[in-house]
């Protein structure tokens, strides 16, 4: 007969001797409440043994029904259903209280949301018609205790995950018996799954297990994001690619795509608002929007999606950075790909001219595009090395007025 040999230890300020036991089935749990061992089998049988296997000169068994007459004096026990037994070895007691579990099977009648009561915004009702008996046990001296039954609900919802809506499996737990629990709104069509309990998955068993039908979900959310799809005046090297918000100081102007990424088709309409010290500029209700920032500042994108039952609201920052010139003192236009323009860094121009003159005067070269710049050429020939003039006007988004003048040398 096999047999599976548990241990539980009990040590005070000394180390002092502990009950072996083993059982030819199941499983033992300890640390619960005024008991020392509670033994749960699936199926109790004439050949079903409780076995101590350490040593002792006097050993002896009691029910806790009858604590002076002893039952056995040999190492194991047929154990009943239901039953509290003490467990004497020379003086040391141990408690332990044996559960069937074959007499405490769960059976589900029926389980699902309830769709007639709550909005099913937030969260959603579930209804249990289950009979799950409660698992029990009681002390030495008749005090009773309950062990709690865990269930787990199973079913799917959407998870932003890697700039995408992804699908995901939830898990929730719930304690049997109950008519009813609430979980946290799904966002796509899902099935609800009840099954358990833990001592049938400790058991080794299949779970015990409900499924409902489909759910169509109410619940709405969103997670807006943006492209950047152009920069007309930009020397800040951004890369145009998705983001779940703007990076600060970004120069104007600035083209932004908005997306909304609501869980379609349950998200039914869409209102954007887009403002600037509390003062709307754009109301717009399309399911993406575009929108070309102009003026320095910090604007606040605001997406609101919804159904006939259900609304979420999540917003955007978006800094456009103050305006910005650095005019570089050198360039090296040897064709090694480094420094071989003679270019501006800026920030937020709206508009933008630079005149480069050689040392007598004479206009060399003029550019009205801060993305571009001088590369040392005049006209099809390369300018001499030595010190040119530059003059600068410029308008920044925040209204900002740039006359700047200085020299830039050209080395080669």
Not at 57 to 71: A, D, G, L, R, V
Not at 345 to 367: E, M, N, P, T
Request: proline content about 5%.
């Amino acid at each position: 007969m096999r047999r599976i040999i548990l241990f539980a230890c009990f040590c005070l300020s000394t180390i002092i001797a502990c009950a072996q036991l083993s059982s030819s089935s199941g499983k033992w749990y300890t640390n619960l409440p005024g008991i020392d061992y509670v033994f749960i089998i699936n199926g109790i049988t004439p050949s079903t043994e409780i076995t101590f296997n350490g040593t002792g000169t006097s050993i002896n068994w009691y029910k806790f029904s009858n604590p002076t007459t002893s039952i056995s004096n040999v190492s194991y026990i047929s154990p009943e259903n239901g039953t509290g037994y003490t467990l004497n070895v020379d003086g040391k007691l141990t408690h332990i209280w044996v559960i069937d579990y074959a007499s405490y099977i769960p059976v589900f009648t029926s389980f699902g949301p309830d769709t007639n009561t709550g909005s099913q915004c937030s969260n959603v009702n579930l209804l249990i018609d289950a009979s799950v008996p409660a698992l029990s046990y009681q002390d030495s001296v008749g005090t009773p205790y309950s062990l709690p039954r865990n269930f787990s609900i199973k079913y799917q919802t959407l998870s932003w995950t890697d700039g995408a809506w992804k699908q995901i499996d939830t898990v929730q737990s719930v304690v049997l018996p109950t008519t009813q629990t609430s979980v946290k709104a799904p966002y796509t069509n899902t099935t609800f799954t009840l099954s358990g309990d833990q001592y049938a998955a400790d058991l080794g068993l299949t779970p015990y297990s409900i499924t409902s039908s489909m759910y169509t979900p109410v619940a709405v959310i969103c997670h807006p994001t943006t492209v950047v799809t152009s920069r007309e005046h930009d020397r800040n090297n951004e890369a145009d690619a998705p983001s779940t918000a703007l990076p600060i100081d970004f120069s104007a102007p600035i083209d932004v795509q908005f997306l909304s990424n609501a869980n379609v088709p349950v998200t039914q309409f869409y209102r954007w608002t887009i403002s600037k010290d509390a003062k709307i500029l754009a109301d717009r209700s399309d399911k993406d929007q575009r929108y070309t920032f102009t003026d320095y500042g910090t604007y606040i994108v605001k997406l609101k999606v919804s159904n006939a039952t259900c609304s979420f609201t999540d917003s955007l920052v978006v800094n456009v950075s103050e305006s910005a010139i650095y005019v570089p003192n050198v360039f090296t236009p040897n064709g090694d790909r480094f420094n071989n323009e003679f270019r501006v860094a800026y920030k937020s121009l709206i508009s933008f001219q630079c005149w480069v003159y050689d040392r007598w005067g004479r206009q060399v070269y003029y550019w009205n595009d801060p993305t571009k710049g001088w590369d040392g050429n005049i006209g099809s020939k390369k300018a001499v090395p030595g010190a040119y003039f530059y003059i600068i006007k410029a308008l920044g988004s925040d209204k900002k007025v740039y006359k700047l003048k200085g020299d830039i040398n050209l080395l080669r």
